[in-house]
């Protein structure tokens, strides 16, 4: 019983000799099986996202206590983003990650032009929200909401002078309130950035990843890859399906 | 080995399409609620609708588009471990500001 | 110290085994790239001692200009950059690295019966990161330094200085991703890369000390990353986040802050323990007492670690009801430190105890460390904290549990698996003095501290009133000689590497698989995937071994 089986022995030089059982090339040498490692890269996935989740939530801690503190200047920043845009942009990121989970599956039903088609319709999604993006904070460029570069507090001294202001019917704020308006809109483009820069790296691995499909490295039995990449696709939309009621919509109803 | 049969379970289910649109309507449905209820005027139950109608979201690309609904425990409980840290970093850095009144400068 | 437990084979005919991870493959580029955990280690080893002494040298500064009341060695603010950098080098370039990433990363595989990490890639990205990160930190000295004590704390960091905040952060940031991706790399392989028969409760209480501390580095570190981020978008473009004149709180930053910080002194402290249980248990041939209470102990001090961070904020300005909070789970996350304790010191209890180098070690961890702990609930009653806040006392308590406990437990880690890692043994009567050479000179050196705290000197002062002169003067006497303690190591483990005795499978007679391969191991550690079918910490299950063993041919 107690044989050799904890004491190594000099191994050979090539381990493939020797009745060596045939293998997947993708099997990497120090795991048992194909099994072992899916399971162990996917759960390593899992841990990184948990490491995103707690990166993100110290901004979110943020937002929560000076959305407490400041709720009128909150309210008043909310109302100068877009909800059209946003909500579609909302949209946009919902079906691409309807069409990533889409993706993954043509992957594990090994259908190569549907798994290519999946990935390319969700780089394009991305890149349609990033556009949307764009338009939104080049307004914001536009009417100097933007911290730290000639941040102006006009737009809530005087509601009447800005049509986003005018339009949802807010009052002049206090001039020390309209100030805190500047800590909503670090917290807006503090949150958003980061999810933008989430999306961009995302969208690039997207693009390595659909000149891999056409290949057709992910429809031979080995959709790690894709199934990784699609968890955090949809963890980068989590973080989006709360930003955007957190952001977009404080307080809209009409007084 | 539970594990193992667990393991092998949680790689070989493949969710069918038909559940990834029913969720991605889900999904969008709710966004519109979402943009819908926000112009109501439901006093103090405005965030606390929004942020509901965000965490049902969260749970159903959670469950559905990422599979934990159909993988080993260890993957839900990895899940959870996050969920509670991340409540526990807001919970008690909130506790601090609720609990005192300085600082509203 | 007369018997000893150390078995080498006959000197005259032992060889290092020629094929091993060393002499696998040759070249720069070979170990530069490699993806075996153990040359990784090795690779984390020799820069992470580089930093030790950067560190180190650092610290030489500081007590020197503390041995007078004036502040006439250096200008005060260079004073402040050079504690600062003394901090941030040690903690994040030296303790939150040391033993996981020296020591866990070269013996978890074995331990736990696998060929490798699961994430071989991710570990040497992880060293090329701590490398990157401790370069820019090097730079941020060449180019002037940081003053504002490691814990960049707002609003002078963000408003007040015009030092190298931003490049000291991204240092951190970067070394931050190194640690991050360490600990998910042990979390993976200890869940999922166990050999057959090898149950979580068969592990060596090591891995469950490093998974404990793993689970830490991932859930912990990326808040210090976001933090950072948030003091660098303040510092250019002045978003508010942290200052009161645009509304924000710099409170915040410290919530923020200290959310990492505090479960990064368990990231520091919980790898050591898992040292700690390996080699008293060797060095008292007796299996660790309470296994599971100090498997799950580790654990608890991982979960309840996170829920104390605000009691380094006492004096910042939380509310009452906080204070009380953080008090009382302060008083909780002690009693796991507590059970390690005592069931190390039961361990011990009609042990057969001998006293090499790494039981020497072991022996200063255990002593210094329950000072330091006990130190610690005077601090965590926010009562007594208000007055020894920002005092030397509490420069005394970090130093005595991580200096004291934590570097104490990386020596003996390192000398107890210098013959396994190198197939040398070191000489062991320099190490011996080397031992209590480091301990005479850390006690010398830091408990007058306590007094100084005590008697009310404030911490980060280059000048003090006169009358605490005599016990500084002490503790740079006490730096001194821990100095020596500290480089005798460098030179004899040097040493070692040439002209030490050939080790052997098992110079210390130890249970754990490691000790059941050849030293150094072979590349994929085993030839054959081992079965674990025994329990931990047999020493029957060793006799029998040892009856039936075959000695490797080299």
């Known amino acids: 019983m107690s044989d050799s089986t904890a004491i190594a022995h000099a191994a050979p030089d090539d381990p493939h000799a020797g009745g060596h059982e045939a293998h997947p090339a993708y099997l990497r040498h120090h795991f048992e099986n194909v099994e072992q490692q899916a399971d162990a890269a996917g759960f390593a996935m899992w841990l990184f996202l948990l490491t995103e989740v707690m990166f993100f939530g110290g901004l979110f801690t943020a937002y929560l206590i000076y959305r407490n503190w400041y709720y009128p200047a909150f309210v008043a920043g909310s109302h100068q983003l877009n909800i059209f845009w946003g909500t579609l942009n909302t949209a946009v990121l919902i079906t691409s990650s309807f069409t990533m989970a889409m993706g993954v599956w043509c992957a594990e039903t090994r259908k190569k032009s549907g798994l290519v088609l999946c990935l390319v319709l969700t780089f394009i999604l991305g890149l349609g929200f990033l556009g949307i993006k764009t338009v939104e904070y080049k307004e914001k460029i536009e009417k100097h909401h933007v911290p730290g570069f000639h941040y102006s507090l006009n737009s809530f001294l005087n509601p009447d002078s800005d049509a986003e202001a005018k339009a949802a019917g807010d009052k002049p704020l206090a001039p020390d309130m309209a100030e805190h308006t500047e800590v909503y809109f670090s917290l807006y483009f503090a949150m958003t950035g980061m999810h933008a820069l989430h999306m961009i790296i995302g969208i690039a691995i997207l693009g390595y990843m659909i000149f891999r499909a056409r290949a057709g490295a992910y429809t031979s039995g080995h959709v790690t890859f894709v199934e990784n990449f699609g968890l955090y696709w949809h963890f980068v939309d989590i973080i989006w399906i709360f930003l955007f009621p957190l952001l977009y919509l404080i307080s809209r109803h009409p007084n | 080995m539970t594990d193992q049969k667990e393991m092998e379970e949680s790689q070989h289910h493949i969710v069918s399409p038909v559940v990834y649109i029913i969720i991605g309507g889900a999904l969008l449905v709710l966004t519109g609620v979402t943009v819908g209820a926000s112009y109501l005027e439901l006093k103090i139950f405005n965030p606390i609708v929004a942020i509901a109608i965000a965490c049902i979201k969260a749970v159903l690309v959670v469950l559905f588009f990422m599979h934990v609904k159909y993988s080993s425990k260890l993957t839900k409980l990895t899940v959870f471990c996050g969920l509670f840290t991340f409540f526990a970093l807001i919970g008690m850095t909130l506790s601090d500001y609720f609990t005192r009144a300085w600082g509203r400068w | ?554």
């Open chain 3, 1 to 554: 110290m007369s018997d000893t437990i150390v078995s080498l084979p006959d000197q005259s005919t032992a060889r290092i085994p020629k094929v091993n991870f060393i002499t696998k493959e040759n070249g720069l580029l070979s170990w530069l790239l490699t993806g075996d955990h153990k040359r990784i280690a090795i690779l984390y080893m020799i820069s992470i001692t580089f930093f030790f002494f950067i560190g180190g040298a650092l610290a030489g500064l500081i007590r020197l200009e503390l041995l007078t009341p004036q502040s006439d060695l250096m200008a005060t603010d260079t004073y402040n950059k050079v504690f600062t950098m003394h901090g941030i080098i040690m903690i994040f370039f030296f303790l939150v690295p040391s033993v996981p990433a020296t020591l866990g990363n070269f013996l978890i595989p074995l331990m736990i019966g696998a060929k490798d990490l699961a994430l071989p890639k991710i570990n040497l990205l992880s060293w090329y990161l701590y490398v990157a990160g401790g370069i820019l930190a090097i730079y941020t000295m060449a180019t002037g330094g940081v003053d504002t004590g490691w814990t960049f704390t707002t609003p002078l960091s963000t408003h007040y200085v015009n030092t190298n905040v931003l490049t000291t952060g991204l240092a951190v940031f970067i070394a931050g991703f190194s640690s991050i991706f360490t600990g998910l790399n042990f979390i993976v392989t200890i869940h999922k890369m166990r050999c057959p028969g090898m149950t979580w409760f068969r592990m060596p209480l090591f891995c469950w000390a490093h998974y404990a501390a793993s689970i830490l580095m991932v859930l912990g570190t990326p808040v210090l990353a976001i933090t950072i981020v948030l003091v660098a978008l303040e510092r250019t473009i002045g978003i508010g986040v942290f200052d009161p004149a645009k509304g924000g709180d710099p409170i915040l930053f410290q919530h923020l802050f200290w959310f990492y910080s505090h479960p990064a002194v368990y990231i520091m402290i919980l790898p050591g323990m898992g040292v700690i249980s390996e080699t008293i248990s060797t060095f008292s041939r007796k299996r660790v007492f309470g296994y599971t209470a100090v498997a799950f102990s580790s654990v608890a001090i991982a979960v309840f670690g996170f829920f104390v961070w605000a009691h380094h904020m006492f004096i910042m300005g939380i509310s009452n009801y906080s204070m009380l909070v953080f008090s009382l789970l302060t008083m909780l996350v002690a009693v796991p430190s507590a059970i390690k304790i005592f069931n190390w010191t039961f361990t011990l209890y009609k042990g057969s105890i001998t006293f090499e180098t790494p039981m020497l070690y072991t022996f200063g961890f255990m002593g210094l460390f329950t000072i330091g702990g006990l130190t610690g609930v005077f601090l965590g009653a926010a009562g007594t904290d208000i007055h020894l806040t920002e005092t030397y006392f509490i420069v005394a308590h970090f130093h005595f549990v991580m200096v004291g406990g934590m570097l104490m437990a990386f020596l003996a880690g390192i000398h107890f698996w210098w013959p396994k890692m190198t197939g040398r043994m070191y000489p062991e009567k320099i190490s011996q003095l080397a031992a209590v050479v480091t301990f005479i000179g850390f006690n010398l050196t830091f408990f007058p501290q306590f007094i100084l705290g005590t008697l009310g000197m404030p911490r980060r002062y280059a000048a003090y009133p006169p009358e605490f002169q005599v016990l500084n003067v002490f503790s740079t006497a006490g730096a001194t000689i821990l100095g020596v303690g500290y480089l005798l190591p460098i030179l004899y483990l040097t040493w070692s590497l040439k002209y030490g005795e050939i080790a052997g499978n098992n110079p210390w007679q130890a249970t754990g698989l490691e000790w059941q391969v050849q030293s150094p191991p072979l590349t994929e550690n085993f030839a054959v995937t081992p079965i674990m079918d025994h329990e931990c910490y047999d020493y029957e299950w060793l006799e029998n071994q040892k009856v039936k063993e075959v000695s490797s041919v080299g």
